[in-house]
C-alpha cells in the first residue's frame, strides 16, 4: 500500500529503468510482485488553464501545471503599435445600444496595413469627410457593437474639438488664451 501511494506521487519515467537490472539480477516476475492487482499508472490529460487555480494538491502533483494562454487583443489591428494611420473610406452614425440613445459618429477607415476597421469619432462635431487622412488608437466604444478604435482628435486631417475647456488633451484642443 505505501509503494503504490509513492507510485502516484512519483514521475511514472522514475520506474522505467529497474534496479535489477543495473546488477544483472533477473527482474521477478509480475506474478510474484505485491503490486500485482494494483491499477496501472496511466498519462493524465493536463489540467486546463482556466481550472489550474480549483485543483487539489493530489491532482497538481500527478498532472503538473500548465501556463496560461495568451489574452485575446482587444485592438486586433494594432497588434503592438500604439496608432496607425488610415484613409476615411465613408464617415456615418450608427445606434447605441440598449439603455442609450442618440446617434454615435462613426467612420470606417482603411488603415496603412489595408485593413478595414470601423472607429468611432468622440467629440462635439467633427470635419472628417471621405478620403480624410486621420490616425487611429484603439478603445472601443461601449455602446457601439463592433466598434474597438478611436480616432485621434487634432491629429493629421482631423481637427479638435472647438470651445472645449475641459479634457482637452483627448480631444486636442489648445489651451484658450486669457484677456488679460
Known sequence: MPLTLFRRFVR????SQSPFSAIGVPQPSIAA????????ITPFHRT????????????????GRISQ???KLRSPQLKNRPELKGVCLKVGTTKPKKPNSGERK???VRLSTGKVITAYIPGEGHNVQQHSVVMVRGGRAQDCPGVKYHLVRGALDLGGVGNRITSR????????KTAA
Open 69 to 71: 494562454g495568451a489574452r
Open 106 to 108: 462613426i467612420a470606417r
Open 169 to 176: 488633451s483627448k480631444y486636442g484642443t489648445k489651451k484658450p
Open 48 to 63: 486546463p488553464a482556466s481550472r489550474a487555480h480549483k485543483c487539489t494538491l493530489i491532482q497538481v502533483l500527478r498532472q
Open 33 to 40: 510482485s505485491p503490486l500485482r492487482n494494483a491499477t496501472p
Open 12 to 15: 511514472p519515467s522514475a520506474f
